[in-house]
């Protein structure tokens, strides 16, 4: 990865802002990000804000939590914690292909890995199983369906088992540990928001993917269509589009799949012979009034130009957790021994 001092002499050379003024902007930027990516990760960010490409040609071993979509020629050591079914299906051009997901963790974060076709066949021949430290070189990243990220390993990329490393856990970082905020004082970033769900908006609480590649499927006159798999029998999730309110200030908050499950206590196939007016009805009995704790990545809507969430953890509120914390913060405020 690029040092901090490359970055700054490569933005410095490539637009008129002086070092001490790039750096003012990485500082913010991590800052504005709660300090969920290194400075190297917010100056990669500030450079594609200010268009220097720092993407062609420098390899780059990060860790999880700096990937930031668009990045190319990634080099990440993790382990493996999860490998998908195998799956196959036919190609529009009528041949066979293969699909794969691993998902990958290190000590920072998870993040999804599809391998395909000839790819698949190192997990087919036991060359990495779940548990194994495994480093990828040349991987990039790139923007799923629901505005998170996702590694791909393009032609001239590899994986490959390396030797254990401790370092690494075993599982996943949860996202628990992020910053809870009042809504008042959000940010883009990732945080913890306590809110009330206040309003459920009336859009299509279905949409249908690819069960391959869990791409959003297109309905045509023969069916269901996937870019990349041609016709497919999706599989059916929801999303909730609602407004959750903490007394502060109110935020759009967008639950998909598992997400939009746990707010509203329903699985996909109830609602799948409703009208949608039927469908919000029961959502709205469901889920209106409940207060929850829901994590994700606070960002901009590019069309109304305000704050929205995507919720990546959700959970009904736990009065004696809760309390317990309220506790915690108000010892730490006073200076007060346990």
């Not at 668009?70 to 051009?93: A, C, H, P, V, W």
């Not at 004082?185 to 869990?214: A, H, M, R, S, W």
């Not at 409703?274 to 994590?295: C, H």
Request: hydrophobic share 35%; aromatic share 4%.
């Amino acid at each position: 990865m690029l040092t901090l001092e490359e970055i700054l002499s490569e933005i410095e050379k490539n637009t008129k802002f002086s070092r001490k003024q790039i750096y003012d902007r990485i500082k913010k930027k991590h800052e504005e990000l709660s300090g969920l990516v290194s400075l190297e990760g917010a100056g990669h960010l500030v450079a594609r804000e200010l268009g220097v490409n720092l993407l062609i040609t420098q390899k780059r071993n990060l860790k999880i939590k700096d990937v930031v979509s668009g990045m190319k020629n990634i080099d990440l050591k993790t382990r493996i914690i999860q490998i998908s079914e195998i799956r196959e299906f036919d190609r529009k051009d009528g041949k066979k292909g293969k699909v794969c997901n691993l998902i990958l963790t290190d000590a920072t974060g998870e993040i999804r890995l599809p391998i395909w076709d000839k790819q698949v066949s190192i997990v087919e021949e036991g060359n990495i199983k779940v548990g194994d430290v495994v480093e990828l070189k040349n991987a990039l990243a790139k923007e799923n369906l629901f505005g998170g990220v996702e590694l791909g390993l393009p032609k001239y990329a590899r994986i490959e088992k390396v030797e254990e490393d401790k370092s690494i856990p075993k599982e996943a970082k949860r996202l628990s540990n992020y910053q809870r905020l009042l809504i008042k004082d959000l940010k883009e970033g990732n945080y913890e928001i306590k809110g009330n769900i206040v309003q459920i908006f009336n859009v299509n609480p279905l949409f249908q993917t690819c069960p391959e590649c869990k791409t959003k499927v297109e309905i045509k006159e023969n069916g269901f269509e996937c870019p990349e798999h041609g016709n497919v029998e999706p599989v059916n999730n929801m999303i909730i589009s609602s407004i959750v309110d903490d007394g502060t200030g109110s935020i759009r908050s967008v639950f998909f799949r598992d997400q939009a499950k746990i707010v509203t206590g329903l699985e996909p196939s109830v609602i799948l012979n409703m009208s949608q007016e039927e469908a919000i009805n029961l959502i709205k009995e469901n889920a209106l009034g409940n207060e929850i704790i829901m994590r994700g990545r606070v960002q901009k809507n590019k069309i109304f130009d305000n704050l929205e969430i995507i919720v990546n953890e959700v959970e009904e509120l736990n009065i004696e957790e809760e309390s317990k914390r309220l506790i915690d913060e108000i010892k730490s405020l006073k200076g007060v021994g346990p």
